[in-house]
């Protein structure tokens, strides 16, 4: 079945998800993070937010001199070979079709600002906001970062910082229909990696994925016996097809 086109957006303006192959992690220590920063921001685009997740990324950018498709592109072709090479790591590490929403209004501006900040507060990461590390919010809008990334004039030229931090910190309905992982978590995907990781003798993803598979197969069935945690929580994890995590399950 051929692919749907993406919508395309009246005012330029994106909600953009990209996520790592199988769901795995794709920032594996700080550094991995301030490089995804710097790579991103030096991009021909206007980035009005961003959160980096362990496995995946929201941004809220306008077009420039590239489409969303070739920013992205860009963003990979950098950040990619830097995370394999790092590694000792070879393929890919995104997930080819990234996701895309447009925003063709304010007000959904304004939900989408929130919605991408508040993510690492409803993945049970934060308390608030402005205390995770790699977002727009504490870095970029707070000025609690000396790396910055962000077009942040409009924003807060239309609403106020005030209105802004108003705002941000009151959650948004589950109801509300932004593009995200598609899935919910019960138990936290870094408590999950932090147990994975200690079983092995690890210190990163890669190097448990250096392990021969049936080592790795044995690492994820007690795992998710230990924790409770469900295939898809594993993949996203480990980087394991889904099928290897669902028949590791039931032995």
């Given at each position: 079945m051929p692919r749907k086109p993406r919508e395309s957006s009246g005012t330029g303006i994106y909600h953009v998800m990209l996520r790592g192959i199988n769901r795995q992690d794709i920032f594996d220590d700080t550094e991995d993070y301030w490089t995804f920063i710097k790579m991103m921001s030096a991009v021909p685009c206007y980035i009005y937010a961003y959160c980096l997740m362990p496995n995946h990324v929201h941004l809220l950018i306008a077009e420039k001199s590239l489409k969303v498709g070739e920013v992205v592109k860009s963003i990979a072709s950098c950040y990619v070979p830097y995370y394999n090479k790092k590694y000792g790591r070879?393929?890919?590490?995104?997930?080819?079709?990234?996701?895309?929403?447009?925003?063709?209004?304010?007000?959904?501006?304004?939900?989408?600002?929130?919605?991408?900040h508040q993510n690492p507060v409803k993945a049970g990461?934060?308390?608030?906001?402005?205390?995770?590390?790699?977002?727009?919010?504490g870095n970029d809008y707070l000025d609690q970062a000396l790396q910055r990334a962000?077009?942040?004039?409009?924003?807060?030229?239309?609403?106020?910082?005030?209105?802004?931090?108003?705002?941000?910190?009151?959650?948004?309905?589950?109801?509300v229909g932004c593009i995200d992982?598609?899935?919910q978590k019960v138990?936290?995907?870094?408590?999950?990696?932090?147990?994975?990781?200690?079983?092995?003798?690890?210190r990163t993803i890669p190097e448990f994925q250096l392990h021969t598979k049936d080592r790795q197969k044995d690492i994820v069935r007690d795992v998710m016996r230990e924790l409770g945690a469900g295939p898809r929580q594993m993949v996203r994890v480990c980087g394991l097809t889904y099928a290897v995590v669902y028949k590791r399950k039931s032995l």
């Open positions: 070879i393929g890919h590490l995104l997930q080819d079709r990234f996701k895309s929403e447009p925003c063709n209004d304010s007000g959904y501006f304004l939900t989408l600002f929130r919605y991408i990461l934060v308390k608030t906001a402005k205390d995770y590390m790699y977002s727009s919010w962000c077009h942040i004039e409009p924003a807060i030229k239309r609403y106020g910082i005030d209105e802004l931090t108003a705002w941000v910190d009151m959650p948004l309905p589950e109801t992982m598609g899935d138990i936290a995907d870094e408590t999950v990696r932090e147990v994975l990781l200690s079983k092995c003798g690890a």
